[in-house]
């Protein structure tokens, strides 16, 4: 019901039983619970428009100021607060800068003291917080506890939910950064018209989140750890195979990371060598989720996605190995020949998103 009101500007209760599929009486009964909660009114009749008979029909939509969601994330070198209304439009943000090798209740205060900042800009009360969604690096249990995460000091073992969740008297959700991203992208970003996708998390570490019929997949909390994929016999580490010396880059330097690729737009040999092996490991790693769940669109997001124009590589070595093993041959052609898409329409799908790949 809230989906259908949240789609539209105002409906009347004819149009919410057509989209719901629900009765009339059943439609009426959860509108006028919606209503006592606060979460929907009625809205006024337009009188500008000219009616040939009879009253006109009530008219009901979403309000999105009824309330305010909290997100909020936690990186290696910085912490992030976002406000935003119902209907996630952001209202303000917040960052704040933190040491790599800080312990985790620093890291923590750090956040604390940008939701604190943020909420008072906004002017916002935390008693009207509806929820709190936490994206973190690592594996996450379903209550909150970090099981396992190499990317942060003291984060492995961590109760996270419980923590946070002392200062919000609402929800605190904790979740995966790469699932959390790959939900968003779903709701808001460049995969709302899909609902089998893979999200990729482009960086030293890396990650992926998938959505299998416009569901959360995270198997038994470990689902989309691609970045182990190298302990399987793919020895060189990310950090190694964008290194333009015989030392590894640090797995955490994405200063020495971001001069790699700027090196590797001025044509500098080395520096290009460097963000092609980083690339096709890439797609070797996202080729696994790939070719084992079929999604019908791939993203790639993070922090490295767009410091190199290479992405669109990455699209067609996918479809290349993808058509492989569906025993297809892979055209050259800008558009996709018709037996393409009689595989279904991941294939241009690809291509058509590969600006977006670069964008997030």
Request: hydrophobic share 45%; aromatic share 4%.
């Amino acid at each position: 019901m809230l989906h259908a009101l949240r789609a539209t500007d105002a409906a009347t209760l004819t149009e919410i039983t057509r989209v719901t599929g629900l009765s009339r009486p059943s439609v009426e009964g959860v509108v006028e619970g919606l209503i006592e909660a606060g979460l929907v009114v009625e809205k006024p009749a337009d009188e500008s428009v000219v009616r040939r008979q009879g009253r006109p029909a009530r008219r009901f939509r979403f309000r999105a100021e009824a309330g305010h969601l909290l997100g909020l994330g936690i990186g290696s070198h910085r912490v992030a607060a976002l406000l935003a209304d119902l209907d996630g439009t952001i209202l303000g943000s917040v960052a704040k800068e933190v040491n790599e090798a800080a312990p985790a209740d620093e890291r923590l205060e750090r956040l604390r003291t940008a939701v604190a900042e943020l909420l008072r800009r906004a002017g916002v009360a935390r008693d009207s917080l509806g929820a709190v969604g936490v994206a973190s690096p690592g594996i996450v249990e379903a209550d909150g506890t970090v099981r396992l995460c190499a990317a942060l000091p003291e984060w492995t073992g961590l109760r996270l939910g419980e923590r946070l969740g002392r200062s919000f008297k609402c929800p605190v959700l904790v979740e995966n950064d790469a699932n959390a991203a790959a939900v968003a992208e779903h709701l808001k970003g460049a995969a709302t018209d899909s609902d089998d996708v893979v999200f990729a998390l482009a960086g030293l570490s890396r990650g992926a989140g998938s959505l299998i019929g416009g569901r959360l997949h995270r198997g038994y909390g470990g689902a989309g750890e691609i970045g182990a994929l190298h302990l399987l016999g793919r020895e060189a580490n990310p950090e190694t195979l964008l290194s333009t010396t015989s030392e590894p880059l640090h797995p955490l330097d994405e200063q020495a990371v971001a001069a790699v690729f700027a090196q590797a737009r001025e044509d500098d040999q080395r520096a290009r060598a460097a963000v092609d092996r980083f690339i096709q490991r890439l797609v070797h790693d996202v080729a696994a989720l790939v070719l084992a769940l079929d999604p019908e669109l791939v993203v790639i997001g993070g922090w490295a996605a767009g410091r190199t124009a290479s992405w669109g590589r990455c699209a067609a070595n996918w479809r290349a190995t993808a058509c492989a093993r569906r025993g297809l041959p892979c055209p050259s052609s800008a558009r996709p020949p018709s037996r393409w898409a009689r595989c279904g329409s991941r294939w241009t799908t690809w291509r058509r998103n590969c600006s977006r790949w670069r964008a997030r």
